[in-house]
């Protein structure tokens, strides 16, 4: 069975410093999704961003990217430029890409303070 | 931006009560999803739904859950007789198509068991 694992579960940061949010996991399949997701106080689950296991590329979008190492089988975010709206939970999911198996696995979370 | 829409935001219902948490997906989208999440504790997957049947579920979805969707639009979880651990948030999801990975959320409805 595939596991996500986040090993930190709650980090803090100054504004406008960068942090990193740890996730790995667990898997024999070769080709599946990886993804970040943000829940804020409000508790609606947001898309940071996504990879896909087969591009080497490291997904970005604006101040939140990847490194993804397959190999490792680790899937860190950064966020860049911190600022007081990232505070949130956010969870490490994964998605083989099998056709009708699409659910998302999850991680526990890790709790991100953004200290002013 | 189209949405996945979740009604009620908040159910309270006593123990032994049915309960239903309706979800509307976004409109061309095909496949759907319930999700849970115990207060502080990770999301997990009950089920999933395409073409009018249950593609998958999880331990969790046992006897005492169901599916359906019943008039094209919505999709809605029955829980027949509420448990005091089934208090939770409960999210639905929607997804275009396989090619299409982006599963996108509703709001969550939270479910308080009384």
């Known amino acids: 069975a595939q596991t996500v694992t986040q090993s930190q579960p709650e980090m803090s940061v100054q504004e406008a410093e960068t942090v990193t949010l740890s996730c790995t996991y667990d898997?024999?399949?070769?080709?599946?999704?990886l993804f970040w997701y943000k829940q804020p106080p409000s508790r609606q689950m947001i898309l940071v961003i996504r990879?896909?296991?087969?591009?080497?590329q490291n997904a970005t979008e604006n101040r939140f990217s990847v490194n993804f190492q397959k190999a490792a089988k680790s899937f860190s975010l950064k966020i860049s430029d911190s600022q007081l709206g990232d505070a949130a939970m956010y969870f490490c999911?994964?998605?083989?890409?099998?056709?009708?198996?699409?659910?998302?696995?999850f991680g526990t979370g890790t709790r991100l303070t953004i200290i002013p | 931006e189209p949405e996945v829409t979740q009604t009620p935001s908040h159910q309270v219902t006593q123990m032994g009560q049915e309960v239903i948490l309706r979800c509307v997906p976004i409109?061309?989208?095909?496949?759907f999803y319930w999700y849970r999440q115990i207060l502080g504790q990770k999301v997990e997957f009950l089920v999933s739904?395409?073409?009018?049947?249950?593609?998958?579920k999880s331990e969790i979805f046992d006897d005492q859950f169901s599916v359906e969707r019943p008039d094209g639009s919505n999709f809605t979880l029955k829980i027949r007789s509420t448990k005091l651990e089934d208090s939770a948030m409960y999210f639905c999801?929607?997804?275009?198509?396989?090619?299409?990975?982006?599963?996108?959320f509703g709001a969550g409805t939270r479910l308080s068991v009384l």
């Open positions: 409109s061309n989208h095909l496949y």
């Open positions: 990879q896909e296991a087969y591009k080497q």
């Open positions: 739904f395409y073409n009018n049947e249950i593609s998958e």
């Open positions: 999911a994964y998605r083989i890409t099998n056709f009708g198996n699409e659910k998302l696995t």
């Open positions: 999801a929607s997804i275009m198509g396989i090619a299409k990975n982006i599963q996108y």
């Open positions: 898997t024999s399949e070769s080709d599946y999704y």
